[in-house]
């Protein structure tokens, strides 16, 4: 049962009376997708359609298929009490990893380049769900440098104690930006590990419940590097573009790979399934039904025998 505390529907309200982009932090557990949830069914009542929600939590993916950030734009009211998960996905952005670290630029990059196509296609409210990396380091620096460069209207922090505190005196002054302080409901679950690896097990599975093994012209693609290099490479001549024959090394063997356009935007995502002997043809296991237009394959950083081991 969602029981919603009265500092979150304030905080709903004031995005129905003055929309914008919403970006909302907190860590693991701290009820960012619930909260999402609960603004953008009382954002669409009321009216503040198409709205769209930006899921940049590439772990406990809501939107779209985990290592993606996925947009969904919402054009009518939803049925009460419906999933998220459920919204047909309007873009992907393939990241290739479950976590950030050591893909923050293409995850920064992913959420602002699908935060613009929200507001150029009419969305006036756009939610942005986010991973619960918030630590010193890391976390701090990709939430200010994500707020730097999406120019929020509406800051969202969860907190338990005062985590967020350090990143909310850096923002508390900052001209057309509103902070709101959320405490964390008292029915908030804390899922362990197992759960999170679980869950994201499931959304693998359903995105490629009705997967196929098709092939792609090797000669026609663009084989693009993981971001934190290949298994094969030498640390001392990394590179960025890989010959088609370098997938059949040990190091790909299912590796998690995006099928995307000559625009880099992905089309859909895929596990690498077989390399031809002759090299001219690209196996992939996808859900994917049209991939002529694949023209860059875009490897990722995880592997996976079984999809649970993602
Ligand atoms: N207001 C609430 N009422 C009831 N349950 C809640 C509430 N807030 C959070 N929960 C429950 O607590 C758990 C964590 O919430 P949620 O998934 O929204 O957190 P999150 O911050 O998005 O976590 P993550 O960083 O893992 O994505 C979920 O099981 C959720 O149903
Ligand atoms: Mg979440």
Redesign the pocket.
Known sequence: ????PESWLHAIDAVVQDPGIVVVL?A???????WVKAAAEECAQRGRIPLAIVDA?IG?STIGPPATVALAVLKEKPEPARDLALLPTDALFFIGAVSPRGHLLQHLVATKVLVDRAVRHGSAVVLVDT??LIEQGAGFQLKLRKIDLLTPRHLIALQRNEELEPLLTVLGHRPGLTIHRLEI?P???V?TAAERARYRAVRFAAYFANAKVLPLEANRLVILSSPIGHPLSRKDRPSSLLPPGMLRGEGFTRILVGLNNAANETLGIGVLHSVSEDMKEIRVLTPLEETSAVQILQVGSIRFNRLEEA
Request: aromatic share 0%; net charge positive.
């Open positions: 049962m969602i029981a919603l907190g693991s557990n701290s009820g960012k997708t619930t939590d406990q991973t619960g409901s029915s908030s679950r899922r």
